[in-house]
C-alpha cells in the first residue's frame, strides 16, 4: 500500500499542471466587466474623450480611480497623471452648410451630408465655389490646381486625399487638411470643402478626424468634409460631374480647375487653444522578484478620440474605448492573480494619438527608468470588431510574436498569420528608441471606425474577451521572465 502511494505521487507530480487552471487572474477577465468599461468611456458623459477637454479629463480621472482601486502604485508627475500640452479645437453651434446651384436653395444635414474638420476654423460666409482639383500648388514639378484661376474671395472644393500618381516620381508632400487649407488660404480662399476621391474601389466616409497636420492654425477658415452628392450638387450646371473631374485630371496628370456656377453658405463656430494641458495615466504593478523587479513591461493603449462637433458625437466604443478597457481589465487580472509578476508592469493609458501619437512620444521621451530596462511593450487599438486576431510588429519582434503565437494555437486559435514591422500607433516611439513590443488589434473590418456609429452595441465581445486572455497570458510569460529582451529588426 505504501509503495502504491509513492508510485501514486510520482505520476501525479509528474503531470505538468496547466497554470491556467490555476490563474485568478485570466478568470477574471470577462466581457461584461470589459463592455461595462467600454459604455462608460464611450458615453455622452465624456463627450468623445478629446485631449483637451473637458470629457477627457473625465475619462482621465474614471482611469485613475480605477487603477487606485486596483491598487497599482502612483506613476505619473502628479499621482498617475502626466502632464502634456496639445492644440485643443472646441466645435459649437451653430453649424451651417447650404448651397445656392442652378437656381435652387439645397440645404445640408450635419453628419449625413457634411461634417467638419477637427482644426475647422470658424467662418460665416457666403460666397462662389471652385473647383480646385487636388488642392495641390507644385510649380516646382510642374503641377498647380492654382494656376490660372482666381479664388479669392471664394469657397474652393477639393480633393481630401492626394492622387495615386506621381509626376516625375516626385512625392507630393503630406495630404493632412492643414497643409491644404494653408494653400487655398494663401491663395486667397476663405474656406474649403474636402470630398473624397469618388472613385476609388472603397470611398471615405465622413469621419471625424484630428489628424491635421503641422503648422499654425488658421482660425479664420472653415474646413469641412462634404458628401459626393453635395460636391455633384454644387457642379450641377457645369460639363462634369465630381467623377468626371477626377477622371479628367487623372488621365491627363494635368490640374483641370474652374469657377462653378455655385455659391456656398457656411457657418461654423469654434474656440481654440493653441496649447492645453492633457493627461497620460500612469500607474505601476511592482514585481516581486529582487533580480527582475527592475525590469519593466509596459502595457498601453489611447484613451483618447475625437470628441464631438456642435451636439455630434463620437463615442469611439471600439477606437479605442475597447483597447482602454483591456489595460483595464489587465491591470486588475495581474493584481488579482495568486501569481505574482516577477517583472514590474507599467499600465498607461496615453493621450492625443488621434492627433499624432503625442502622449506615448511624451511617455517614451520622458521616461524615469533606462529603456533598456523596458523589456517589452503592449499596444491595444481597436480589439472590438471582426473574427480574428492579428498582432502586428511580427517582423518587427519574431520572438515576441512566436510566443504570443504559439499561446494563441494551445488556447484559442484566433490569430491570423500576417504582421508587420515598424511598431505602429502608440507602440511607435517605443520601437523607434529600441524597445521590442506587440500589437494587438482585432480582424477583420469595422464600418464604423471614427464614425458616429462607433458604439458598444457594434461590439464583438467574445472575441474582446479572448483577445485579452490571449495578451494576459502572453505579458504573464514576459512579466515571470520566460522572454528575454531580444533586438528589433528594422
Not at 421 to 445: C, M, N, Q, R, W
Amino acid at each position: 500500500m505504501k509503495k502504491l502511494s509513492i508510485i501514486l505521487l510520482i505520476i501525479l507530480f509528474s503531470v505538468k499542471i496547466n497554470p491556467q487552471i490555476l490563474d485568478s487572474g485570466l478568470e477574471s477577465i470577462k466581457s461584461d466587466d470589459l463592455l461595462q468599461t467600454v459604455k462608460i468611456l464611450a458615453s455622452a458623459e465624456f463627450d468623445g474623450r478629446l485631449p483637451g477637454s473637458e470629457g477627457y479629463n473625465k475619462a482621465a480621472n474614471f482611469a485613475s480611480e480605477r487603477f487606485a482601486k486596483i491598487g497599482l502604485l502612483p506613476a505619473g508627475d502628479e499621482a498617475y497623471f502626466q502632464y502634456l500640452n496639445v492644440e485643443y479645437n472646441k466645435i459649437d453651434t451653430p453649424v451651417v452648410f447650404n448651397i445656392i446651384a442652378d437656381k435652387k436653395n439645397i440645404s445640408y444635414e450635419h453628419r449625413k451630408d457634411f461634417v467638419l474638420r477637427g482644426f475647422t476654423g470658424a467662418g460665416n460666409h457666403n460666397l462662389p465655389v471652385a473647383f480646385c482639383g487636388y488642392g495641390i500648388s507644385r510649380p516646382d514639378i510642374g503641377y498647380d490646381d492654382y494656376a490660372g484661376i482666381d479664388v479669392k474671395d471664394k469657397i474652393v472644393m477639393v480633393f481630401k486625399q492626394n492622387p495615386s500618381w506621381k509626376i516625375n516620381d516626385e512625392s507630393w508632400g503630406n495630404e493632412y487638411p492643414r497643409e491644404k487649407s494653408r494653400i487655398a488660404y494663401n491663395h486667397g480662399a476663405k474656406g474649403i470643402l474636402f470630398v473624397s476621391r469618388p472613385n476609388d474601389e472603397k470611398l471615405q466616409p465622413l469621419i471625424g478626424s484630428v489628424m491635421h497636420g503641422e503648422g499654425e492654425q488658421l482660425e479664420d477658415f472653415p474646413q469641412l468634409h462634404i458628401s459626393i452628392e453635395a460636391a455633384n450638387d454644387l457642379l450641377s450646371g457645369t460639363d462634369f460631374s465630381i467623377s468626371e473631374s477626377q477622371i479628367l485630371i487623372d488621365e491627363n496628370k494635368s490640374p483641370a480647375s474652374f469657377v462653378t456656377e455655385s455659391k456656398a453658405q457656411i457657418k461654423v463656430n469654434t474656440h481654440y487653444q493653441k496649447s492645453s494641458r492633457t493627461i497620460n495615466v500612469v500607474g505601476l504593478l511592482e514585481g516581486s522578484d529582487l533580480n527582475l523587479k527592475d525590469e519593466y513591461l509596459v502595457i498601453g493603449a489611447h484613451l483618447d478620440h475625437v470628441g464631438s462637433q456642435a451636439g455630434l458625437l463620437f463615442p469611439g466604443a471600439n477606437d479605442n474605448a475597447s483597447g482602454s478597457a483591456a489595460v483595464l481589465e489587465l491591470a486588475e487580472a495581474f493584481q488579482l492573480s495568486s501569481l505574482k509578476s516577477k517583472r514590474s508592469i507599467l499600465f498607461v493609458l496615453f493621450a492625443s494619438e488621434e492627433q499624432g501619437l503625442f502622449g506615448s512620444k511624451h511617455f517614451v521621451k520622458n521616461l524615469k527608468i533606462d529603456t533598456n530596462k523596458i523589456i517589452s511593450m503592449f499596444n491595444f487599438d481597436s480589439i472590438g470588431s471582426g473574427d480574428s486576431i492579428q498582432v502586428g510588429n511580427g517582423k518587427s519582434s519574431p520572438e515576441l510574436w512566436n510566443l504570443a503565437r504559439k499561446i494563441d494555437k494551445e488556447n484559442f486559435n484566433l490569430v491570423v498569420e500576417d504582421t508587420w514591422s515598424g511598431g505602429g500607433a502608440d507602440l511607435t516611439p517605443f520601437y523607434e528608441t529600441g524597445i521590442p513590443g506587440l500589437y494587438f488589434v482585432s480582424k477583420y473590418s469595422y464600418e464604423h471606425l471614427h464614425l458616429p456609429t462607433d458604439t458598444p452595441e457594434t461590439l464583438n465581445l467574445d472575441l474582446l474577451a479572448n483577445i485579452v486572455r490571449l495578451a494576459y497570458l502572453t505579458a504573464r510569460a514576459v512579466a515571470d521572465g520566460n522572454y528575454k529582451r531580444e533586438t528589433i529588426i528594422k
